[in-house]
C-alpha cells in the first residue's frame, strides 16, 4: 500500500501553506525573494522547505530540529543541498543565526500558546530587519470545560489572559481569538519598544482544521523607511489577508469529485445559478468549498 502523503491527510493544512505562499509573493517589490533567507521546522518531510524554495527560489534556508537524536535521518531527508539543519531547542539556535538580511521565518509549532513559544516570538521581534516576515502556527483545541482558563494561565502566565475570558468563551474557535489576541499584543509590544521605530503589520489569521484545531498568524516587520514599500507590495490584493482580529477559517468539505465539478461548473464569486443544488449536501458545504476551491488540486 502507497504511503500517504501528508498534504492528502492535511488537505487544510496544505490550503493554509498555499496561502501563505501567495502572500509571500507580494514581497517582490521589496528585494528579489532569492534575497531572503528562510527559517523553520523541517522536521521529515521538509514540505514547507519544498513549497518556498520550488515556488519562491529562496536556496538559503535553515531548519531547526529539536529532537538531536534524529538530526542525521533529517539531513538525510533534505529535499536540497541548500538547507541547513541546525540541531537544539528554538531559544538556543535562534539568537545564533545571522539576522542581518532579510528573512522569511515560521515557527510552525504543534502545541499551543505557551511561555517558551512567546519567548521565541519576542526574540525573533527584536532580531527581524524590517521587510522580513514572521509566521507562527499553534494549536488552537480547547482545553475540557472547566480547566480551560486555569490551562490558559498555566500555560502563558496569568497576567497575559485578556479580563473577561472564561471557560465558555475558550471553547470552540474561542481559544484561537485569545491566543493571536495575546500573541499579537506581545509582537506589537516587543517591536515598538525597538530603537530603530520598527512596526508590526498582521496580514493573515487563519484558523483551520484537519483533526486539532489550528491558527496561522503572519506580518511583516515595518518602519519609518519601510511602509511605503510595503504599501506597494499590496497585500490586501490577497482575498485572504487579513489585518484584524476576523478570521478566515479554512473548511475543506468532503465532496466527491463530481460534486465539486457541479459546483465549479454552477457558482461564480458566491453567486448561485438556479437549480445549483446537490442532493444531502447543505449550502454551507458549498460556500465552505467555494472559498478554498482554487488552492485544492484539480478533480480533472
Not at 28 to 36: H, N, Y
Not at 155 to 164: A, D
Not at 199 to 205: A, C, E, F, I, T
Request: net charge negative; charged share 25%.
Amino acid at each position: 500500500m502507497p504511503a500517504i502523503k501528508s498534504y492528502e491527510a492535511r488537505p487544510a493544512k496544505a490550503i493554509t501553506r498555499k496561502i501563505l505562499v501567495e502572500l509571500l509573493r507580494h514581497l517582490k517589490p521589496l528585494a528579489p525573494l532569492s534575497k531572503f533567507q528562510y527559517v523553520g521546522f523541517g522536521a521529515l518531510e521538509f514540505l514547507d522547505f519544498e513549497i518556498i524554495h520550488r515556488s519562491l527560489g529562496i536556496d538559503r534556508m535553515i531548519s531547526i530540529e529539536g529532537d538531536v537524536d534524529k538530526v542525521e535521518r533529517y539531513t538525510w531527508n533534505r529535499p536540497f543541498k541548500g538547507i541547513d539543519v541546525l540541531p537544539g531547542r528554538t531559544s538556543v539556535v535562534l539568537p545564533s543565526l545571522d539576522w542581518s538580511g532579510l528573512s522569511i521565518v515560521w515557527l510552525d509549532y504543534v502545541s499551543t500558546l505557551d511561555s517558551e513559544v512567546l519567548m521565541d516570538v519576542e526574540l525573533i521581534s527584536r532580531k527581524l530587519r524590517p521587510g522580513s516576515v514572521l509566521a507562527v502556527t499553534i494549536n488552537a483545541h480547547p482545553q475540557k470545560l472547566d480547566s480551560r482558563v486555569a490551562a490558559l494561565e498555566a500555560f502563558v502566565g496569568p497576567e497575559r489572559v485578556p479580563p473577561g475570558v472564561n471557560d465558555s468563551k475558550l471553547g470552540g474557535w474561542g481559544l484561537a481569538d485569545v491566543q493571536r489576541q495575546i500573541l499579537s499584543s506581545s509582537i506589537t509590544s516587543t517591536i515598538s519598544n525597538r530603537t530603530d521605530e520598527a512596526s508590526w503589520h498582521q496580514l493573515l489569521n487563519i484558523y483551520y482544521q484537519d483533526s486539532a484545531k489550528m491558527q496561522l498568524l503572519v506580518g511583516i516587520v515595518g518602519g519609518v523607511s519601510m511602509d511605503s514599500m510595503i504599501k506597494i507590495c499590496k497585500f490586501e490584493d490577497l482575498a485572504e489577508y487579513r489585518d484584524s482580529e476576523a478570521a478566515l477559517t479554512i473548511k475543506v468539505p468532503l465532496l466527491t469529485n463530481r460534486e465539486q465539478d457541479w459546483i465549479n461548473q454552477r457558482v461564480a464569486d458566491g453567486v448561485y445559478e438556479s437549480g445549483c443544488q446537490i442532493p444531502g449536501v447543505p449550502k454551507s458545504d458549498v460556500d465552505d468549498y467555494r472559498q478554498i476551491y482554487r488552492w485544492l488540486e484539480s478533480t480533472a
